[in-house]
């Protein structure tokens, strides 16, 4: 599993947001994106993708704060 954690997420909107943004970046990706743990949790998240996906969720106007691998 591959976690990001969000910030400025705070409503259902950013929600989207970032769920629109990740998902034009990582076509066929699986995620689930969690408003009250302000985190994107990835099943998997190919090394070659992970770039982009942090680049469109700076696009969308939100900060990556950390990642981690439980």
């Known amino acids: 599993m591959h976690i990001l954690t969000i910030e400025g ?10 769920s629109n943004a990740i998902s034009n970046a990582a076509p066929g990706v699986a995620f689930e994106v969690d408003l009250i743990r302000k985190q994107v949790r990835f099943k998997s998240l190919p090394p070659d993708r ?14 990556v704060l950390e990642s981690a691998r439980p």
Do not use: F, H, L
């Open 9 to 18: 997420m705070s409503c259902e909107a950013c929600k989207r947001a970032i």
């Open 50 to 63: 992970q770039a982009d996906v942090r680049n469109a969720i700076r696009d969308a106007g939100y900060g």
